[in-house]
């Protein structure tokens, strides 16, 4: 079975209707990686993965999980799979530690082990002291710690999750991340959407990147930022009269540049780490006051602007709370 | 790195065996941890049916009561059979909210029985509607109603109650899947069930209706149901009226034919409804 790839899909489809939402997606993550969907909202991202878990019928194509068909084995391919969904998928009105007990009986754990491991994942996840609290008393975090405690119950060798940090605080995400990083050392094999390029760099060793239902790029995360253009260097001046000044020392260091007065703003395709210090020391050095200065890398909206030509805008439903960070991205 | 065999053993060696009966349990329990977290989700089952009682004891009971007869004792097994009737609502309301809260997802990404779900929120459902017969019968025994035809008759009265709770389980299930949001449901059933118990003997003799009326009422299964309890406790004070249609004649008969007529009809529409719902 070694050397077989841990999820598989071929040429999948799914239709609603008249709507395409995925249309001829393959992909191939072999065991023991991290592999990451990226794209904006209604992208077809969480079909696909309504899909792989045996959720939703793929109207053609074929998903296989560890080796299994998720249509014909879907049974055995519930035996070997965690899922995370996008929204939460615990119960409010249970504790938390009544919720992983849950899990453990459905699964058919006998008694002892259920115990053992509700307990021992409720202290993994930093959750053991809230373990007896109703979930509805949870934040943000602490349910998609528990809810992806709950997909680790029977210790699946493949784990999907669905837009995993979608909502959450910045904090959060990392302690996410560092989670999601133990599990893959572990030797589980992660499947991840997300609409944030960042966390597709921390995290996975393949992307692939959908659009309107089909795959446009997929590479490793160096490959694809490569591809989608240089980061820019950004400086914004503190004050308004001064951005002349800034303008032609930055501009002297670099070839082209682009002033956005109004925002006293200059942006410049960035010419390393050393271009950057120079320019810095030189606004200094003529007292230009600065609000920030440093290479921005590309965004999720770069990319997309690069590999489609046009920009990945956002469906209607987008999440109510975006981190900043991700707002920026998609603006 | 870990081969995929290792992977697979340790599958083996945490996952048990999926077993129906405990997933059914299991999921019984968390519905009945839900009642116990949240007690006024019993309101249905307790404070609203003993207000009926109230309400109609005192202040309808004047105008629909035959002098000499105690309205209180004849009004009970219709409340208790409009209680059950409710059951519906319970299952389309507790299945509707989970449906809407993806958890239904995550049971569904589990190595379990397609139908626990539905057959779990079915127990803990009229497990639900039982605390209500409970809380109706001890209500009953304050105003006055008894059982007076002895245990058998007694219980088989309970039973009958609780199989055509089961009946409308499926009624639930369906307008539970079919309708998307638990406010709909709402909308949608009390515009419906709750107009239904109404036009039946529950409340108010039928020999004092409009023939057309009559008709209805006479032929509600809801009718049948609760003549069949008034007759097996004997709390048919109230006599049926001379002539009554076929079914109120012989309501216990009756009753089991709708129960088990209704569930034949209506369970195939429900599963349907609930795996096209949960199937997009």
Excluded: C
Aim: glycine share 8%.
């Amino acid at each position: 079975m070694s050397g077989a790839p841990a999820i598989e899909a071929v040429d999948l489809v799914k239709r609603f209707g008249d709507f395409t939402a995925v249309d001829g997606v393959s992909f191939s993550v072999p065991e023991g990686t991290v592999f990451s969907m990226l794209g904006p909202n209604g992208a077809g991202k969480t079909t696909t993965v309504r899909m792989m878990t045996t959720l939703s019928r793929p109207t053609s194509g074929t998903g296989r999980v560890a080796g299994l068909d998720v249509v014909r084995d879907a049974d055995a391919v519930r035996q070997r799979m965690g899922l995370t969904a996008q929204s939460a998928t615990v119960d409010e009105l249970l504790t938390g530690r009544e919720n992983l007990r849950l899990v453990g009986d459905l699964y058919g754990l006998d008694r002892p082990t259920v115990r053992r491991v509700a307990d021992e994942l409720l202290e993994r996840f930093s959750l053991d002291e809230a373990g007896d609290k109703v979930v509805k008393e949870y934040s943000g975090g602490m349910r998609r710690r528990l809810d992806l405690a709950a997909s680790l119950v029977a210790t699946p060798p493949v784990l999907f999750l669905d837009e995993p940090t979608t909502g959450l605080d910045p904090r959060s995400r990392v302690e996410l991340w560092g989670v999601l990083r133990d599990l893959v050392r572990d030797g589980t094999t992660l499947f991840l959407t997300t609409q944030y390029l960042d966390e597709a760099d921390q995290l996975a060793d393949r992307i692939v990147v959908v659009d309107h239902g089909r795959v446009i790029a997929d590479g490793t995360p160096l490959e694809l930022k490569d591809r989608s253009g240089r980061a820019s260097l950004v400086v914004a001046v503190s004050r308004g009269d001064e951005v002349r000044a800034a303008e032609e020392i930055v501009r002297s260091e670099v070839g082209e540049l682009h002033v956005d007065p109004d925002a006293r703003r200059i942006t410049a395709p960035a010419e390393g780490v050393a271009a950057l210090t120079r320019i810095a020391a030189r606004l200094d050095e003529a007292g230009i006051e600065l609000d920030d200065i440093g290479l921005q890398r590309p965004s999720l909206d770069d990319v997309f602007l690069h590999l489609t030509g046009h920009r990945a805008e956002e469906t209607a439903d987008a999440p109510a709370a975006v981190p900043a960070e991700a707002e920026e991205a998609v603006r | 790195m870990t081969t995929a065999q290792e992977h697979f053993h340790a599958v083996h060696t945490t996952a048990g065996r999926p077993n129906p009966a405990r997933q059914v349990w299991a999921l019984v329990r968390r519905n009945l941890t839900h009642i116990k977290r949240q007690p006024e989700m019993l309101t249905d089952v307790t404070i609203q049916p003993v207000m009926f009682v109230l309400l109609f004891a005192f202040v309808f009971g004047g105008s629909i009561a035959i002098p000499g007869v105690d309205y209180k004792e004849w009004l009970l097994p219709g409340i208790m059979a409009q209680t059950m009737t409710f059951s519906a609502f319970i299952v389309a309301i507790g299945l509707n909210t989970d449906l809407g809260k993806g958890i239904v997802d995550r049971f569904r990404s589990l190595p379990i029985g397609r139908s626990s779900v539905v057959v779990a929120r079915s127990v803990s459902s009229i497990i639900h509607s039982m605390i209500g017969i409970v809380v109706m019968s001890v209500t009953g025994l304050f105003v006055g109603w008894g059982i007076h035809e002895g245990v058998l008759r007694g219980l088989a009265g309970y039973g009958l109650l609780v199989l055509f709770g089961f009946a409308m389980i499926w009624v639930g299930i369906l307008f539970g899947s079919a309708l998307r949001s638990v406010e709909a449901v709402q909308g949608v059933m009390f515009t419906t069930v709750f107009p239904i118990t109404f036009l039946s003997n529950a409340f108010a003799r039928t020999d004092v209706m409009p023939d057309w009326l009559r008709f209805l009422a006479e032929w509600n299964p809801i009718s049948a149901l609760v003549q069949a309890l008034r007759e097996l406790w004997g709390n048919d004070g109230i006599p049926l009226r001379e002539g009554a249609a076929l079914p109120l004649q012989h309501p216990v008969l009756t009753t089991v034919i709708w129960a088990v007529g209704l569930s034949a009809v209506l369970a195939p529409l429900a599963v349907r409804a609930f795996v096209a719902r949960t199937n997009d």
